[in-house]
């Protein structure tokens, strides 16, 4: 330091990179009335003082103002071992000259929530309040963080972190979880007012991974991340080695001095230290740092349980890979105290995340997840999950000048070969472009279509250009199949532009007859291609003759003596079903009388014909011809003719009435039949005493004989007279008294009628037939027979 006056100094000092600089300022001690005369006062030293000069070298003052360079020793690298389980790290000394081994601060806390702190210390505390995770003890660099815990289990006494807030200068940064059980929904607010992903302000860097929250300070590479339920504080040794304090402890490596209160007195059990660290808040005025010595929490109050197979996995093989860098013990403790003191199964995984944090940290990356049903994690839209992945992954916008930060975590990222289009968007694209204005992504030069504008990704400015669509001329423009009209319709290629195509409107088709001849029947269908409807004629399934159509089975008429029917065989010419034809046979037998004949031309067969009468007597026919006569053998008397009128034949029968013929009157031996079979003849005896009949009606006391009754009587000459029956005059049949005869009846027989009388009644009457007569000497009377009787009255 030299006066160079004004009570100015210039102070010239060695810097970090072994240049000399000067400063000008106020001369801050004044020169002391009697400085000892140093030896080499160029160099302010004293004999056999050293002093370091630049570039690592060592100087003694001789005298006189000379100097000794002597060679500058490091002392031998000493490997230590950090007891925080983190692998030691070379560091510069003060002069920049000499490295030696450290061991970097990390800090963490998780679940309901368990501490691991700077020098890898565990314990488990519970508190509502925001209490310091670390303050600096001699403010440097004006970093301090809190962590706001709130009860996170309704059902149990236990505290999740909520929040965590790291000031920085003049900065507040509050990384805060909304949603303490559950999906995470996460808040960055800074000093006061949230703000939105990824943030550079003030030196600081906040972003974050979807599951995590990560703030760095570049300046000082101080990482804090704060996911789901955990956070962790990661601080170098050389910026903040043996300079923290609070429930993160004093990072020295030495886990022993970690529990120490506010005041400096140290304290056996961590948890009890912890109450000791709230911060006062007006909202929350329980939260005062204990008054008196608090007793000791008895640990391990809780009943015994059987934790989660989940927490086993943290032993398993599956995380092996970490098991040498970073000892899964404490993690493995915290997820048993979860597993039995929360009622959220969730918020084991903390454990395993927080360990899973510390193994990508160390450079272990383990995909675990995806081993728990728990714990499974899930990315939106295009992005996967990843156990280890660049806290800030790569976009299109990257400047390759920026130096990115190294944090890995776990989160959900593009998938390999792809990159975030830009930090503020969540899009993974696999070339870098534009972004279009509806926020797709398109490659550069990459052309395409937009609100009917021609737009393309400019290569230069990045910036997407639109003009509006050309539209090519119409290429039809007129319709030549009929039905067909000319439709403007919009471009189904090309939305915007309408194009005129040619398309079918049927009511347009000509009129058109789609009917068929007989026996077809017509399909009208619309061939492809075409518009208007066609027909076809398709054979019905009936026969057709002349134009007529006849049913399967129906009978066609047809000339030439054809017996035609429709059968159900298909003609294979047309379609149609096919007409069989038979020669009709004619029925020539005729019944006895009738005469087959063929009458007409136009007629195939002919008709029976009568010829002759039929005569059926008892069953046994006769014919007869026309005018002929005949009589059955048996009865002769009954003659049967014949008679033809126009075309019938009338058969008529008539009776012989044979005249009275008394066998008693015929000389024997002359009895014969008539030449016509019927009648009997005989030679008569002599004119003598004999039978004589006459036929009259009978009165009788009113009453009459139906018919009239054939009487005999006797008659004829005996030798001197005849005589008539006295019998027969005997009774009052004759009005007048018989003539007297001698001709009378040898024999005679009663016969009985009935006489029909006017009142209805029957009378039998009897009288006396005269079966022969002789003649006999007696008296005899006068005949009164053959004479006119009176007639009946009508
Ligand atoms: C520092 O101050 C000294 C004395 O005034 C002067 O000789 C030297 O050039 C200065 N160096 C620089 C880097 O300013
Ligand atoms: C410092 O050391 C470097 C190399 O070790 C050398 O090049 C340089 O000249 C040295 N400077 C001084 C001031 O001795
Ligand atoms: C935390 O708050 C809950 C209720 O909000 C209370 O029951 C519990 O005792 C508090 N815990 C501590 C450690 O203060
Ligand atoms: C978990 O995911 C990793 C990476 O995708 C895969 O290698 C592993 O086989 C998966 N394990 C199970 C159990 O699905
Ligand atoms: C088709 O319609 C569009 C809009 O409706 C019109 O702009 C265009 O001129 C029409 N095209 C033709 C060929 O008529
Ligand atoms: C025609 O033929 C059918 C069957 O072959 C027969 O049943 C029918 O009686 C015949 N008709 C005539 C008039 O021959
Ligand atoms: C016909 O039959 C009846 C009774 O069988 C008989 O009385 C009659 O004499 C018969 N006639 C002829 C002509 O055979
Ligand atoms: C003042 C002082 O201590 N000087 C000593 C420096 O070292 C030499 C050699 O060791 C001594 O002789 C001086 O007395
Ligand atoms: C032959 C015969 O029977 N003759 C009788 C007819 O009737 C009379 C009167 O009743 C009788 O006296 C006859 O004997
Ligand atoms: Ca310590």
Same mark, same amino acid.
């Given at each position: 330091?030299?006066?160079?006056?004004?009570?100015?100094?210039?102070?010239?000092?060695?810097?970090?990179?072994?240049?000399?600089?000067?400063?000008?300022?106020?001369?801050?001690?004044?020169?002391?009335?009697?400085?000892?005369?140093?030896?080499?006062?160029?160099?302010?030293?004293?004999?056999?003082?050293?002093?370091?000069?630049?570039?690592?070298?060592?100087?003694?003052?001789?005298?006189?103002?000379?100097?000794?360079?002597?060679?500058?020793?490091?002392?031998?690298?000493?490997?230590?071992?950090?007891?925080?389980?983190?692998?030691?790290?070379?560091?510069?000394?003060?002069?920049?000259?000499?490295?030696?081994?450290?061991?970097?601060?990390?800090?963490?806390?998780?679940?309901?929530?368990?501490?691991?702190?700077?020098?890898?210390?565990?314990?488990?505390?519970?508190?509502?309040?925001?209490?310091?995770?670390?303050?600096?003890?001699?403010?440097?660099?004006?970093?301090?963080?809190?962590?706001?815990?709130?009860?996170?289990?309704?059902?149990?006494?236990?505290?999740?972190?909520?929040?965590?807030?790291?000031?920085?200068?003049?900065?507040?940064?509050?990384?805060?979880?909304?949603?303490?059980?559950?999906?995470?929904?996460? +808040?960055?607010?800074?000093?006061?007012?949230?703000?939105?992903?990824?943030?550079?302000?003030?030196?600081?860097?906040?972003?974050?991974?979807?599951?995590?929250?990560?703030?760095?300070?570049?300046?000082?590479?101080?990482?804090?991340?704060?996911?789901?339920?955990?956070?962790?504080?990661?601080?170098?040794?050389?910026?903040?080695?043996?300079?923290?304090?609070?429930?993160?402890?004093?990072?020295?490596?030495?886990?022993?001095?970690?529990?120490?209160?506010?005041?400096?007195?140290?304290?056996?059990?961590?948890?009890?230290?912890?109450?000791?660290?709230?911060?006062?808040?007006?909202?929350?005025?329980?939260?005062?740092?204990?008054?008196?010595?608090?007793?000791?929490?008895?640990?391990?109050?809780?009943?015994?349980?059987?934790?989660?197979?989940?927490?086993?996995?943290?032993?398993?093989?599956?995380?092996?890979?970490?098991?040498?860098?970073?000892?899964?013990?404490?993690?493995?403790?915290?997820?048993?105290?979860?597993?039995?003191?929360?009622?959220?199964?969730?918020?084991?995984?903390?454990?395993?995340?927080?360990?899973?944090?510390?193994?990508?940290?160390?450079?272990?990356?383990?995909?675990?997840?995806?081993?728990?049903?728990?714990?499974?994690?899930?990315?939106?839209?295009?992005?996967?999950?990843?156990?280890?992945?660049?806290?800030?992954?790569?976009?299109?916008?990257?400047?390759?000048?920026?130096?990115?930060?190294?944090?890995?975590?776990?989160?959900?990222?593009?998938?390999?070969?792809?990159?975030?289009?830009?930090?503020?968007?969540?899009?993974?694209?696999?070339?870098?472009?534009?972004?279009?204005?509806?926020?797709?992504?398109?490659?550069?030069?990459?052309?395409?279509?937009?609100?009917?504008?021609?737009?393309?990704?400019?290569?230069?400015?990045?910036?997407?250009?639109?003009?509006?669509?050309?539209?090519?001329?119409?290429?039809?423009?007129?319709?030549?199949?009929?039905?067909?009209?000319?439709?403007?319709?919009?471009?189904?290629?090309?939305?915007?532009?309408?194009?005129?195509?040619?398309?079918?409107?049927?009511?347009?088709?000509?009129?058109?007859?789609?009917?068929?001849?007989?026996?077809?029947?017509?399909?009208?269908?619309?061939?492809?291609?075409?518009?208007?409807?066609?027909?076809?004629?398709?054979?019905?399934?009936?026969?057709?003759?002349?134009?007529?159509?006849?049913?399967?089975?129906?009978?066609?008429?047809?000339?030439?003596?054809?017996?035609?029917?429709?059968?159900?065989?298909?003609?294979?010419?047309?379609?149609?079903?096919?007409?069989?034809?038979?020669?009709?046979?004619?029925?020539?037998?005729?019944?006895?009388?009738?005469?087959?004949?063929?009458?007409?031309?136009?007629?195939?067969?002919?008709?029976?014909?009568?010829?002759?009468?039929?005569?059926?007597?008892?069953?046994?026919?006769?014919?007869?011809?026309?005018?002929?006569?005949?009589?059955?053998?048996?009865?002769?008397?009954?003659?049967?003719?014949?008679?033809?009128?126009?075309?019938?034949?009338?058969?008529?029968?008539?009776?012989?009435?044979?005249?009275?013929?008394?066998?008693?009157?015929?000389?024997?031996?002359?009895?014969?039949?008539?030449?016509?079979?019927?009648?009997?003849?005989?030679? +008569?005896?002599?004119?003598?005493?004999?039978? +004589?009949?006459?036929?009259?009606?009978?009165?009788?006391?009113?009453?009459?004989?139906?018919?009239?009754?054939?009487?005999?009587?006797? +008659?004829?000459?005996?030798?001197?007279?005849?005589?008539?029956?006295?019998?027969?005059?005997?009774?009052?049949?004759?009005?007048?008294?018989?003539?007297?005869?001698?001709?009378?009846?040898?024999?005679?027989?009663?016969?009985?009628?009935?006489?029909?009388?006017?009142?209805?009644?029957?009378?039998?009457?009897?009288?006396?037939?005269?079966?022969?007569?002789?003649?006999?000497?007696?008296?005899?009377?006068?005949?009164?027979?053959?004479?006119?009787?009176?007639?009946?009255?009508?």
């Amino acid at each position: 330091m030299t006066h160079i006056g004004a009570g100015l100094c210039l102070t010239m000092i060695c810097s970090d990179v072994c240049e000399l600089q000067n400063t000008t300022g106020p001369c801050l001690n004044p020169p002391t009335p009697t400085p000892p005369v140093p030896d080499c006062p160029e160099w302010d030293k004293m004999q056999n003082e050293t002093f370091l000069l630049c570039n690592c070298t060592l100087a003694r003052c001789i005298e006189d103002n000379i100097i000794e360079i002597i060679p500058y020793e490091c002392p031998p690298l000493e490997e230590i071992e950090c007891a925080n389980g983190k692998k030691p790290v070379l560091v510069f000394d003060e002069d920049y000259c000499c490295q030696h081994y450290v061991c970097d601060c990390f800090c963490e806390g998780w679940g309901d929530p368990h501490y691991i702190t700077f020098d890898g210390h565990f314990y488990s505390f519970q508190g509502n309040c925001t209490y310091v995770l670390m303050e600096e003890k001699t403010p440097k660099h004006n970093l301090n963080i809190y962590i706001d815990n709130v009860n996170c289990d309704p059902g149990e006494d236990v505290s999740c972190p909520r929040s965590i807030v790291v000031a920085y200068g003049t900065l507040v940064v509050t990384l805060k979880n909304h949603n303490v059980i559950g999906a995470p929904k996460m +808040e960055v607010i800074v000093d006061g007012t949230p703000a939105r992903l990824p943030l550079v302000h003030g030196g600081v860097k906040v972003l974050s991974s979807g599951l995590t929250m990560i703030l760095e300070i570049p300046s000082l590479e101080v990482v804090v991340t704060f996911g789901v339920t955990g956070f962790s504080i990661s601080l170098p040794f050389k910026h903040f080695g043996k300079n923290t304090q609070g429930q993160c402890g004093t990072c020295n490596n030495n886990p022993a001095d970690d529990c120490m209160l506010p005041s400096g007195q140290l304290v056996e059990s961590c948890a009890l230290m912890g109450d000791h660290w709230p911060i006062p808040d007006i909202h929350r005025p329980e939260c005062i740092p204990p008054s008196g010595p608090k007793p000791p929490v008895p640990e391990a109050t809780y009943e015994p349980c059987t934790p989660d197979s989940l927490c086993d996995l943290l032993n398993s093989r599956l995380f092996a890979d970490c098991h040498p860098l970073i000892p899964p013990d404490n993690f493995y403790k915290g997820c048993v105290f979860d597993s039995c003191h929360m009622s959220n199964p969730t918020v084991e995984c903390t454990s395993l995340q927080s360990y899973s944090a510390a193994c990508a940290q160390a450079g272990i990356c383990i995909y675990w997840r995806n081993y728990t049903t728990k714990c499974a994690a899930d990315c939106s839209g295009d992005k996967v999950y990843k156990p280890c992945g660049p806290a800030e992954p790569p976009t299109c916008q990257d400047n390759p000048e920026d130096s990115s930060t190294i944090v890995v975590t776990e989160g959900c990222f593009c998938p390999d070969g792809m990159k975030l289009f830009s930090k503020e968007t969540d899009i993974c694209v696999e070339k870098c472009g534009c972004l279009d204005p509806e926020g797709v992504p398109r490659e550069f030069d990459e052309e395409f279509q937009y609100k009917c504008q021609d737009c393309v990704c400019d290569r230069v400015s990045g910036l997407v250009r639109c003009r509006p669509s050309v539209c090519p001329p119409p290429t039809v423009t007129s319709c030549s199949v009929p039905g067909f009209i000319l439709v403007n319709e919009s471009n189904p290629v090309n939305p915007c532009c309408s194009s005129l195509v040619c398309r079918c409107d049927s009511s347009t088709c000509p009129e058109k007859d789609h009917s068929c001849g007989a026996g077809f029947t017509p399909v009208v269908s619309v061939p492809p291609e075409k518009c208007c409807p066609e027909h076809t004629c398709e054979p019905k399934k009936v026969c057709l003759h002349k134009q007529v159509e006849y049913q399967p089975h129906a009978t066609v008429v047809m000339a030439g003596c054809q017996n035609c029917t429709c059968t159900t065989e298909e003609d294979p010419s047309t379609g149609l079903y096919q007409i069989k034809c038979l020669p009709i046979l004619c029925n020539q037998d005729c019944d006895p009388g009738y005469k087959y004949m063929e009458l007409s031309m136009y007629d195939c067969c002919g008709k029976c014909v009568q010829t002759h009468c039929i005569i059926d007597i008892n069953g046994t026919m006769h014919l007869l011809q026309h005018g002929d006569t005949w009589s059955p053998a048996e009865n002769k008397c009954e003659v049967y003719s014949c008679v033809r009128i126009k075309d019938t034949f009338v058969s008529t029968i008539s009776s012989i009435q044979c005249p009275p013929f008394h066998e008693a009157n015929c000389q024997p031996g002359t009895i014969q039949t008539a030449a016509d079979g019927c009648c009997k003849v005989c030679v +008569e005896k002599a004119r003598a005493c004999k039978v +004589e009949s006459m036929h009259r009606h009978i009165f009788y006391q009113g009453c009459q004989s139906a018919e009239k009754v054939e009487m005999t009587y006797c +008659e004829g000459a005996c030798n001197t007279f005849s005589r008539y029956s006295k019998e027969m005059f005997s009774k009052e049949i004759f009005s007048r008294d018989s003539s007297c005869t001698c001709c009378q009846e040898l024999r005679t027989s009663n016969r009985t009628i009935s006489l029909q009388c006017l009142n209805g009644d029957v009378l039998p009457y009897t009288y006396l037939h005269v079966e022969d007569c002789h003649c006999k000497v007696s008296d005899c009377f006068p005949v009164a027979a053959g004479l006119p009787l009176p007639l009946p009255p009508e």
